[in-house]
């Protein structure tokens, strides 16, 4: 009896214990998931699925489920053991309720080597729970299919039985709070480039999402033999590649087998170079992205360069009159991911993406340098490539130098060097200023004379500006329509490139509404990801939205503007007698007088711009590369997808 009451007492201030521990999650989430925006909303699920993966990685799971619902709830389901339901030694509940109760509860019970839970972003299930409306977690396990729910982190269902089972598995679903986020919406794109992601680092874990949203569910499924082989071809798709290098470069090793605990590892890395003249290296430590790099990929890249100049010289390759290749020259065109796994990584730098354990630089470098001087030494096709490829970019590197160099004399030299054909405004305060540029000459005009000259410029273009995704940036640079942007602009670019000297904050690309506009558009967006990334971080890049219709009374002089075509659509069902109206289909910027141009497209009060945000640089860049690529509808993809994310209504 005594010993009874005893273990009652302790589960009630246990329990007080945890409330008082999710309440905190409560109080402030952003110090547990980032945000409460949809980066945080989208947290929850990778909180989950992690958890999943380190059953995956433990070799215990092979699928995993993501489904979202119509009601926004989300379900992850895995095949792995199923969270333990038996009585916690010390906390005396279910395991399965101090997993999802307890803060930091997540993985401390068993001894798996490698976790992605216990990364950066590793705060536990419990904290899923805490930000949840609503939250069921079901186990099978031991033949039996357990039970238990919560809500805002509270019990409201003790663990009880709810059927049997032969397999085992765990399966929680999610009512994410709307007292906490933003936004309770989750966006099919984000769910669906994750978990490709985590699917191409943990070979043939099978990954399905579905959305019930849709009338008809959207089904996606993930599940790669060739782990980051695949990845490494998928990053590569559509782009030529170096011949002889259509199978990945594909390296793996691990620490010493008696290496301490604390010095542990293994690196792999699938690498491949393409025609192109920009690198695209994806680090991960435990499965996650470590965009700012970190010990991992330093001791990757100073491997590569070594290995490759060594290879050069003892095979009189590189002259000795040649100077050393740099690690940019041989890193021209290569895409790569790098993994790596380690028992306690330490994240840090200023989005803690950052891997900083010291002794992966050695460790990644001694593999690295293995496995590709060996690679190269049993390919010397291959390698012969590899070598030209970067000789190559080293020559550009000296050509680029001399042209931005020669950019930089005459703009000494000419003060006032400024494009001829750039219409000026007369504010000099770039904080108020515009630049707009205009596709043609014709519409050139028209811009100049419609706009507010006092803060407004005006840029023509002649023709097609160069694709700068295909030329290395010596051949960039020395194309005119290039350079008159650079000086027209005023920030230079490469080491030179400064936004404190940009000469307006508002860039304005305007384009005719059809497919060769679209092109123009995207060319000029590809320079500014290429040159100059930062005026686009920065919100200085615009994309101006003329009308496409203007609806007409008959008879009368003016009409309605109409900016896309659901809207017209929208109008056109309200017509009681269509024979009253006609519509006029402005094709080009040229059809407009200098009036409506002004009125619907260039007058800050009435104008739509839309602005070019990299919220996510990686499908940026994918997206970037994609519509330089043969394919005309990824094109328009980029185009539709992006410029609706960036809708924004300037008064
Ligand atoms: C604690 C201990 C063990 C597994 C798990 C938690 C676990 C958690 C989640 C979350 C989603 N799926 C999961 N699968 C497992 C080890 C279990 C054992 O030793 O039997």
Request: with cysteine; charged share 25%.
């Amino acid at each position: 009896m005594a010993s009874k009451k005893k273990e009652a007492e302790d589960y009630g201030s246990g329990s007080i214990k945890i409330l008082e521990g999710l309440e905190a999650v409560r109080k402030r989430p952003g110090m547990y998931i980032g945000t409460t925006s949809a980066a945080g909303l989208h947290h929850l699920v990778w909180e989950i699925v992690d958890n999943s993966v380190d059953e995956a990685m433990a070799g215990f799971c092979n699928r995993i489920k993501v489904t979202v619902h119509p009601d926004n709830s989300v379900t992850v389901e895995d095949n792995g053991r199923g969270i333990p339901v038996d009585k916690h030694p010390v906390k005396k509940i279910p395991t399965l309720e101090v997993v999802l109760t307890i803060l930091h509860a997540g993985g401390k019970f068993d001894n798996n080597a490698y976790k992605v839970s216990g990364g950066l972003h590793g705060v536990g299930v419990s904290v899923v729970n805490a930000l949840s409306k609503r939250l069921i977690a079901q186990v099978k396990r031991d033949g039996k299919i357990y039970e238990m729910q919560f809500s805002r982190g509270k019990t409201t269902e003790k663990m009880h039985e709810v059927g049997k089972s032969k397999t085992t598995g765990t399966t929680i679903t999610f009512w994410p709070d709307e007292e906490i986020f933003e936004t309770t919406v989750f966006n099919y794109d984000t769910l669906h480039d994750h978990l490709q992601e985590t699917a191409f680092l943990n070979k043939n874990l099978k990954i399905t999402l579905t959305d019930e949203r849709e009338l008809t569910p959207r089904t996606d499924e993930f599940c790669y033999s060739g782990g980051i082989i695949d990845f490494v071809k998928y990053l590569n798709e559509g782009k030529e590649i170096l011949p002889g290098l259509s199978k990945p470069i594909y390296i793996e090793g691990t620490s010493a087998a008696d290496a301490p605990d604390e010095q542990r590892g293994e690196v792999e890395v699938a690498l491949q170079w393409n025609s192109s003249y920009t690198e695209r290296t994806m680090s991960f430590a435990n499965d996650i992205y470590t965009e700012e790099g970190g010990m991992h990929l330093e001791g990757f890249r100073s491997a590569l360069t070594k290995v490759i100049n060594d290879y050069g010289r003892s095979h009189n390759i590189l002259k000795e009159k040649d100077s050393n290749l740099t690690g940019d020259d041989v890193r021209e065109g290569l895409t790569a991911v790098l993994s790596v796994k380690l028992p306690d990584p330490q994240f840090e730098g200023q989005t803690k993406a950052k891997l900083g354990n010291s002794y992966m630089r050695t460790l990644a470098n001694r593999i690295v340098s293995a496995g590709m001087s060996e690679y190269l030494e049993e390919h010397p096709n291959q390698a012969k490539e590899i070598l030209k490829k970067a000789s190559q970019a080293a020559k550009g590197r000296l050509a680029a130098q001399k042209a931005r160099q020669a950019t930089r004399r005459k703009g000494l030299l000419e003060s006032a060097a400024l494009p001829g054909k750039l219409a000026d405004c007369s504010v000099r305060d770039a904080e108020m200023t515009e630049l707009f540029i205009v596709e043609g000459d014709s519409a050139g005009g028209s811009a100049k004379m419609a706009r507010d000259r006092s803060i407004q410029a005006v840029l023509p273009l002649r023709g097609k500006i160069l694709n700068v995704e295909r030329v290395q940036e010596h051949r960039a640079l020395s194309a005119d329509t290039i350079t008159s942007l650079i000086t027209a602009i005023g920030t230079g670019v490469g080491p030179e490139f400064n936004i404190e000297k940009a000469r307006y904050h508002k860039i304005v690309i305007m384009t005719d509404a059809d497919v060769d506009g679209a092109h123009i558009r995207i060319l000029l967006l590809t320079f500014f990801y290429r040159y100059m990334r930062p005026m686009i971080e920065a919100g200085y890049i615009f994309v101006a939205q003329p009308p496409l219709y203007q609806l007409k009374p008959k008879g009368r002089k003016n009409g309605k503007y109409i900016y896309t075509d659901e809207e017209l659509a929208l109008e056109a069902s309200k017509f009681e007698d269509s024979s009253k109206y006609t519509v006029q289909r402005y094709k080009g910027l040229g059809e407009m007088d200098p009036e409506q141009l002004w009125s619907t497209t260039m007058e800050p009060k009435n104008r739509i711009l839309l602005q070019v945000t990299i919220d996510d640089a990686q499908a940026a860049e994918r997206a970037v590369s994609d519509l330089m690529g043969t394919q005309v509808e990824r094109r328009k993809d980029f185009i539709q997808t992006h410029a609706k994310d960036v809708r924004f209504l300037d008064i």
